[in-house]
């Protein structure tokens, strides 16, 4: 017979909390999104943006890395984001220096988050396995901060501004703090 998690917590004291989530500070939370080569497992990150709910927005092209594999790039992505390998090869950043500027910016106590976590989490972990970084944040959904926050299913975005930005990070982000600054507004009345 195996044992459940209160016998567990009984037999070792453990006390059986329900964990509440963290209070609601907007100074705290940012918004991350990422623009990739493509959507395939060879696929690898070309531009990093993020919007914080109560401050700036930005964001970085990355150069890609001597290893990533260029046959991954989709054409049907770069004509989603327009970002041209020559643009990444001109303007993009060292994966090292993203790795680096996105480690001080994020660093906790912020709340990060994403609208689609498990991809960008992937895109992330091919960013910092080019470098001796470790990646000091962690990317949460914010479909589940809002409904821990708020009880409800994340805010609706505006497909017509989904079409208007091209599909560029930091405007992907800006979406999405724009989508949570209406919902807390109209909170507020």
Not at 69 to 88: C, K, Q, T, V, Y
Not at 129 to 134: A, D, I, L, M
Request: no cysteine.
């Amino acid at each position: 017979m195996s044992a459940t998690a209160i016998d567990v917590a009984a037999r070792y004291d453990v006390a059986m909390t329900a964990v509440d989530p963290p209070p609601f500070d907007p100074r705290l939370i940012v918004f991350l999104d990422i623009e990739a080569s493509g959507l395939g497992e060879d696929s690898f990150p070309i531009e990093v943006g993020w919007a914080f709910l109560a401050g700036p927005s930005g964001g970085m092209l990355i150069r890609p890395a001597a290893d990533w594999d260029m046959d991954a790039w989709d054409p049907m992505a770069e004509a989603l984001h327009h970002i041209s390998r020559g643009d990444l090869m001109r303007d993009g950043h060292a994966p090292r220096d993203v790795a680096e500027h996105l480690n001080r910016l994020l660093a906790p106590p912020l709340r990060v988050f994403s609208d689609a976590p498990d991809q960008d989490s992937f895109w992330l972990r091919r960013l910092f396995e080019e470098t001796p970084e470790v990646q000091e944040f962690r990317l949460e959904d914010d479909g589940m901060a809002r409904g821990q926050w708020f009880g409800e299913a994340p805010p609706a975005r505006n497909r017509a501004s989904d079409v208007r930005h091209l599909h560029r990070a930091e405007a992907d982000a800006l979406v999405i703090v724009t989508a949570w600054r209406t919902h807390l507004a109209s909170k507020r009345r």
